[in-house]
């Protein structure tokens, strides 16, 4: 019985000297779990340093911000006929055409310093009137703005939301402002 009894004390030490080892590792493991996380944040906040500081460096070749500006006189093609001025014109052409934006543009100046009768333009290279630029017959005589299909520069005159004149192609377009 003394040999049962001795193996009986010596599994007890060796269960406590298991359990004390298990304890450390437990420990050990919460220590490294708790270690990994500071670091990520550690890490993520010297991140967002290094970005934010990037970002915010001032860089000779950059230029300097071009101030936005509004512009009235520019509008979408849905609302060429419902403007509430009374009488208007309205001239449409491609803006990154630079031959006829430049021939449109100095013929709109022209206009504008000669006569007091509002006139409005719209880009027909924007997403949001390619819709009615056709490459075939033009509508010469719309009563909506739905029903406008423009080929090439074109003016219209507006008087009371209805179509009065209509004027297409780039050298009658700067003949009839001029």
């Known amino acids: 019985m003394g040999k049962g009894k001795k193996n009986r ?39 967002t340093l290094y970005i934010t500081h ?23 093609i849905g609302r060429s006929l419902s403007i509430s001025d009374k009488d208007y014109l309205v001239i449409y052409y491609d803006n990154t055409n630079a031959d006829i934006s430049t021939a449109c543009g100095d013929a709109v100046n022209n206009y504008r310093s000669n006569n007091t009768k509002k006139i409005y333009y719209v880009d027909m290279s924007s997403m949001f009137n390619s819709s009615h630029v056709t490459e075939g017959e033009s509508n010469k005589n719309p009563e909506t703005a739905k029903d406008l299909l423009i080929n090439g520069p074109t003016v219209i005159h507006v008087l009371d939301g209805k179509v009065v004149d209509y004027v297409e192609g780039l050298d009658s377009v700067v003949s009839y402002l001029n």
Request: hydrophobic residues 45%; charged residues 35%.
């Open 9 to 47: 004390e010596r599994k007890k030490v060796e269960e406590k000297k298991v359990e004390v080892v298990e304890e450390n590792l437990r420990i050990q493991d919460k220590i490294f779990v708790v270690f990994c996380i500071v670091m990520f944040f550690v890490a993520f906040y010297l991140l």
């Open 54 to 76: 990037k970002n915010t460096e001032k860089n000779d070749t950059e230029e300097a911000p071009v101030e936005a500006t509004i512009s009235y006189d520019e509008i979408v």
